[in-house]
Nanobody, 121 residues
Framework: QVQLVESGGGLVQAGGSLRLSCAAS????????MAWFRQAPGKERELVAT????????SYVDSVKGRFTISRDNAKNTVYLQMNSLKPEDTAVYYC??????????????WGQGTQITVSS
């Protein structure tokens, strides 16, 4: 397993941008597929974006397509989520997660502690 620590959350006005980072410990980070999830108050956790071990393959939930970009730097053991054109409905706690299969399989072995994003209207 890897240990994950998110950073970059905060308060932003609608239309603004934020970049989340998720730093991973361990030498095997480059073998993991990674994902960002979010959970808003009173709602179920939602898969936002995934990225394969190499970064060659990404996917997004429809509601963030064209606004969010997931990327990774395996040399830095870090995955990012660039969030542009933020909307109040993006307000949630955002979590990164690691999938040891390398290609997103839906089986996430490790989770970060979460970082709060609040988008004001």
């Amino acid at each position: 397993q890897v240990q994950l620590v998110e950073s970059g959350g905060g308060l932003v006005q609608a239309g603004g941008s934020l970049r989340l980072s998720c730093a991973a410990s361990g030498r095997t980070f480059s073998k993991y597929a990674m994902a960002w999830f979010r959970q808003a108050p009173g709602k179920e956790r939602e898969l936002v974006a995934t990225i394969s071990w190499s970064g060659a393959s990404t996917s997004y939930v429809d509601s963030v397509k064209g606004r969010f970009t997931i990327s990774r730097d395996n040399a830095k053991n870090t995955v990012y989520l660039q969030m542009n054109s933020l909307k109040p409905e993006d307000t949630a706690v955002y979590y990164c997660a690691a999938d040891r299969h390398g290609i997103p399989s839906g089986e996430y072995d490790s989770w970060g502690q979460g970082t709060q994003i609040t988008v004001s209207s």
